[in-house]
């Protein structure tokens, strides 16, 4: 099945699920890994601040990483805003896929002029 031929639906909640995943099922997979690395990394430093005290010796860490109450909104915003932004990307690309399937290949109008 080509990239034109499939549906684009899919590429919306996939980009939700994992960054990037639904870039890799439209078919831009070098455009998918790099927001893939771009929202880990975000995930890795910039929450960093969070889980500095889940990697001290005397606690368990899945216990300790999974204490809510010490997140705050900065902790999350710049990982949101790299998925958000993704999205729009994925949808983009979607709409560019769409009106590139709809339009004849020679590019003449099919209205008959």
């Known amino acids: 099945m080509s990239a034109y031929s499939r ?10 699920f994992v960054a ?3 870039h890799w099922y439209l078919g831009e997979w070098k455009r998918g890994v790099a ?4 929202y880990a990394l975000a995930l890795a430093f910039l929450s ?3 889980l500095s005290g889940a990697l001290e010796i005397g606690e368990p860490f899945f216990v300790t990483a999974l204490q809510f109450d010490s997140v705050s909104f900065t902790d999350v915003a710049v990982p949101l805003a790299v998925l958000i932004v993704c999205l729009l990307d994925v949808y983009l690309i979607g709409l560019t ?3 590139a399937a709809r339009t004849p290949p020679n590019g003449s109008h099919s209205d008959g002029f």
């Open 48 to 50: 960093a601040r969070t």
């Open 97 to 99: 896929k769409r009106t």
């Open 35 to 38: 927001w893939f690395v771009l």
């Open 20 to 22: 990037g995943l639904g």
């Open 7 to 16: 549906p684009i639906w899919p590429a919306y909640p996939l980009s939700a």
